[in-house]
Nanobody
Framework: QVQLVESGGGLVQAGGSLRLSCVRS????????MGWFRQAPGKEREFVSAIMATGATTRYAPSVKGRFTISRDHDKKTVYLQMDKLTSDDTAVYYCAAGANILILLAGSANSWGKGTQVTVSS
């Protein structure tokens, strides 16, 4: 099973930026699609972004498209989420996820989940 550890969350003012990182465990195959989800207080978890193993294909939720950028470094077994122009609506716990392909992640059916990192945007 994939082990995922997120980092990079924190408190930022509206309009600011943060970069989240998610490191995979050494025993995992690096062929999975990777993605980010988030869950705000009182709301259901929602898809944010995903990237194929090759990095050739990415997907974004409409609410973050143009502001967030997902990328991955195979050598470091790390996936990143660069978040710019943050707003209070982006406040949530952000979770890293791994799945066999992007379609599985888009369906919310990831094979593995991280424990999450808190992102708080102050207005």
């Amino acid at each position: 099973q994939v082990q995922l550890v997120e980092s990079g969350g924190g408190l930022v003012q509206a309009g600011g930026s943060l970069r989240l990182s998610c490191v995979r465990s050494e025993r995992t195959l690096n062929t999975d699609a990777m993605g980010w989800f988030r869950q705000a207080p009182g709301k259901e978890r929602e898809f944010v972004s995903a990237i194929m193993a090759t990095g050739a294909t990415t997907r974004y939720a409409p609410s973050v498209k143009g502001r967030f950028t997902i990328s991955r470094d195979h050598d470091k077994k790390t996936v990143y989420l660069q978040m710019d122009k943050l707003t209070s609506d982006d406040t949530a716990v952000y979770y890293c996820a791994a799945g066999a392909n992007i379609l599985i992640l888009l369906a919310g059916s990831a094979n593995s989940w991280g424990k999450g990192t808190q992102v708080t945007v102050s207005s």
